[in-house]
């Protein structure tokens, strides 16, 4: 879809009809001023959450071309209809801001499609399996890719080995990352690729898996880094991979992402010309960093004169950013104490505090926005103090500083970010996924994972991210895990950080908005904003919360444009 016009399809899934069809009889021109002020569409008989300043909830709403118009009653908004205004009767339903996903990996989702789905697979047999199979379709030589499996859920409760991998393949290098996208494991072949033998030293923020001195082919952090350069996808992969993430995200109501970055510094060119080409749809907010090296990406961003908020409404350059730490899942993460997992682990630091001033401040001292990956409480507590340094040298209001997720973050943390107005982007949706797998490595520290109603009632405006593909892209899935702070065992990690179906959903649109400096422009339903908009097939704000994530997405309306529509017999 896309071209402005309403597809024969979208017109039976919806009940439309034109102005003149209303019994009232069309309004005179005079009366609003002319056809300047006619609607191209109007949405009426509907929950219009607004995420305005009062989170008032309305009836209807009128949008011309690519901008909302009006915002009210029905009776207040119908007389905007003129002869060829399409008519949405939304029966009650639920109209929302367009969903803004505030870290997410556009590129990794989208690849990740092109390679072996490892998330379901309940075995290493079963994994080993699909990887023979697309080894058998794959050219001798050339890579075969899985990704997704947990060793917790496997019922060999172990990683992947490069002996099993061998298995699968000697001729072919093969790489399986990880569900958390910061471990993978490949096998002897690819290791050979590298230039990797036992001899081979531990790099910078990595590991390389050993054992009895041999080496596994588990690679750690920079490790895993390092090995994906080499394993890269092509730019016509990662072209084909963006286009089938763009359309899953429009489907799930997404109309602007926070993309997080790929692997290497043609990422961002990558993704520059799909968003160009119109492959990726939604509008882009691109964090400036890398997978890889993360550092030396922030340094050329510098050096070529470039900076946060260059671009078009369509894409725009984000914040600088550089990794702390590791996964919250790994368990790699790196905390102030210990894990309860394993009394002799508290994870992996990528860089020491002096390198992220040095890094980061260099950028804020340039107009920069900065963020950092930071997960466990002690990497929090370092990206802290680089923000206050780089302030403390260089005083900026409204500099809108980021932390990336954010993970563990006790009281003294949540203190200090509102103190230096810095805006986290959390991922409930990991407590669903990985909440059990907390409980065990963290202990009570699960509990202020992703601290939702610290944040909320400290006033600080946090903006909730996907980081997909490591978990659910779906946003409804994100406030369901915010909302009821269930895991997928059933268990609650941390109930007394559950927030209100309204707290999360101004997290998903406003306060993403605000996180890119875009909240005169849309996160909400106002005049004059742009017409991105999602309807969902039923109430969310009369929802039980433990039905949020059943909610689905009826239709995605991106710059006036409706861009996806559910397959889906008869009206609305």
Not at 13 to 33: A, T
Not at 298 to 324: C, H, Q, R
Not at 488 to 507: C, F, L, N
Request: with cysteine; net charge negative; proline share 4%.
């Amino acid at each position: 879809m896309g071209t402005g016009t309403l597809s024969q399809k979208t017109a039976r899934l919806l009940f439309m009809k034109s102005r003149e069809d209303w019994d009232e009889g069309p309004v005179p021109l005079s009366h609003l001023g002319g056809d300047r002020l006619r609607a191209t569409m109007l949405f009426i008989n509907g929950e219009v959450v607004t995420v305005n300043s009062e989170f008032s909830v309305k009836e209807a709403v009128a949008i011309k071309d690519n901008k909302i118009l009006a915002v009210g009653t029905n009776e207040e908004i119908l007389p905007y209809a003129g002869e060829k205004t399409k008519i949405v009767n939304l029966e009650g339903r639920s109209l929302l801001p367009g969903f803004i996903d505030a870290h997410a990996h556009l590129e990794l989702y989208g690849t990740n499609k092109l390679g072996v789905n490892g998330k379901e697979a309940v075995s290493i047999k079963e994994l080993l399996g699909k990887l023979k199979e697309k080894a058998r379709l794959t050219p001798k030589g050339e890579w075969v890719r899985g990704w997704g499996y947990n060793q917790n859920t496997l019922i060999e409760g172990r990683h992947i080995t490069r002996w099993d991998l061998d298995e699968v393949s000697t001729e072919h290098p093969i790489i399986v990352v990880r569900t958390c996208g910061h471990i993978s494991c490949v096998n002897t072949k690819a290791l050979e690729l590298a230039g990797v033998h036992p001899e081979t030293q531990d790099p910078n923020g990595g590991k390389y898996g050993r054992e009895n001195g041999e080496l596994t082919g588990l690679l750690l952090e920079a490790a895993h880094m390092n090995m994906f350069l080499l394993a890269n996808y092509s730019e016509e992969e990662v072209e084909q991979g963006l286009a089938l993430a763009s359309q899953d995200y429009l489907g799930k109501g997404i109309t602007s992402v926070h993309d997080a970055g790929g692997y290497g510094p043609e990422h961002i060119r990558f993704l520059q010309k799909a968003v160009g080409a119109k492959k990726v749809k939604q509008r882009v907010y691109a964090l400036y960093g890398s997978l890889h090296d993360s550092v030396e990406m922030v340094e050329k961003g510098l050096v070529s004169g470039i900076g946060t908020g260059l671009g078009d409404g369509w894409m725009k350059i984000g914040p600088a950013k550089v990794f702390i730490d590791g996964s919250s899942s790994g368990p790699t993460a790196k905390t102030r104490e210990p894990y309860s997992s394993n009394p002799n682990d508290s994870g992996i630091l990528y860089l020491e505090q002096e390198e992220i001033n040095e890094s980061l401040g260099k950028a804020h001292e340039a107009g920069w926005q900065i963020t950092a990956h930071a997960i466990g409480d002690k990497a929090v507590e370092m990206m802290i103090e680089a923000i206050r340094h780089a302030l403390e040298r260089h005083p900026r209001e409204n500099h809108r500083h980021r932390i990336e997720h954010s993970g563990m973050t006790p009281p003294d943390l949540i203190h200090q970010i509102k103190e230096l107005e810095i805006v986290p982007i959390p991922n409930p949706a990991f407590i669903y996924d990985f909440g059990d797998g907390y409980l065990k490595d963290y202990g009570e520290r699960g509990d202020i994972m992703f601290p939702l109603k610290s944040f909320s009632e400290a006033k600080i405006p946090f903006a909730i991210g996907s980081d997909s593909p490591i978990t659910f892209v779906d946003p409804l899935h994100g406030i369901y895990s915010a909302v009821t702070r269930m895991s997928k065992s059933g268990e609650v990690i941390g109930a007394s950080q559950r927030i209100t179906i309204g707290e999360a959903i101004k997290a998903y649109t406003w306060n993403g908005a605000y996180a890119s400096s875009e909240e005169t422009i849309k996160g909400s339903i106002e005049a004059g904003k742009h017409a991105d908009l999602v309807v969902l097939n039923e109430s969310i704000l009369h929802c039980e919360p433990e039905r949020l994530r059943e909610l689905k997405v009826e239709l995605t309306i991106l710059d006036g444009k409706v861009e996806y529509a559910a397959e889906k017999e008869g009206v609305l």
